[in-house]
C-alpha cells in the first residue's frame, strides 16, 4: 500500500509546501488561511507512491524526463500519468527523473 503524502504551492509566498500539517499552518503555528486552499489559490498535489531514478518523490505538478522528453505528472482517470503537452500518454512510468514542477519551472515543459 503506497503512502498518502501532499504537498502545496503556496502562490504568496512563491514555495512548495510538503506535508498536509505544514500546508495547513504557517511558520508561526498559526492556522494559515485555511480558505485560499478552497478557493484553488494554493494547489494542492498528491504523493503517486514511486520515486525517480535518484529515489525522489514523485508528485502530481512534477516535470519528469524520461531520457528524451519532459513529461508532467497529472491524475486523470483515476491513475497517475506522464504526460507530453501535447497530450500523449507514456504507457510505462519507469526510469523517470524529476527535473522540476510546473509551479517553479513551467519553462521545462515549453523548452524541452
Same mark, same amino acid.
Given at each position: 500500500?503506497?503512502? #498518502?503524502?501532499?504537498?502545496?504551492? =503556496?502562490? =504568496? $509566498?512563491? !514555495?512548495?509546501?510538503?506535508?498536509? %500539517? +505544514?500546508? *495547513?499552518?504557517?511558520?508561526?503555528?498559526?492556522?494559515?488561511? @485555511?480558505? +485560499?486552499?478552497? =478557493? &484553488?489559490?494554493?494547489? @494542492?498535489?498528491?504523493?503517486? &507512491? *514511486? !520515486? =525517480?531514478? %535518484? &529515489?525522489? $518523490? #514523485?508528485y502530481e505538478g512534477d516535470i519528469v524526463w524520461d531520457g528524451s522528453v519532459a513529461r508532467k505528472i497529472e491524475f486523470k482517470s483515476g491513475c497517475f500519468l506522464a504526460v507530453i503537452k501535447q497530450g500523449t500518454y507514456l504507457h510505462a512510468i519507469d526510469n523517470l527523473e524529476i527535473i522540476g514542477n510546473i509551479y517553479e519551472n513551467p519553462e521545462l515543459m515549453e523548452s524541452k
Amino acid at each position: 500500500m503506497r503512502e #498518502i503524502k501532499f504537498r502545496a504551492w =503556496d502562490k =504568496d $509566498e512563491k !514555495e512548495m509546501i510538503y506535508g498536509m %500539517n +505544514k500546508c *495547513l499552518m504557517n511558520w508561526d503555528g498559526l492556522q494559515h488561511n @485555511v480558505n +485560499k486552499f478552497f =478557493d &484553488g489559490f494554493i494547489p @494542492v498535489m498528491q504523493y503517486t &507512491g *514511486l !520515486e =525517480d531514478i %535518484n &529515489g525522489g $518523490e #514523485i508528485y502530481e505538478g512534477d516535470i519528469v524526463w524520461d531520457g528524451s522528453v519532459a513529461r508532467k505528472i497529472e491524475f486523470k482517470s483515476g491513475c497517475f500519468l506522464a504526460v507530453i503537452k501535447q497530450g500523449t500518454y507514456l504507457h510505462a512510468i519507469d526510469n523517470l527523473e524529476i527535473i522540476g514542477n510546473i509551479y517553479e519551472n513551467p519553462e521545462l515543459m515549453e523548452s524541452k
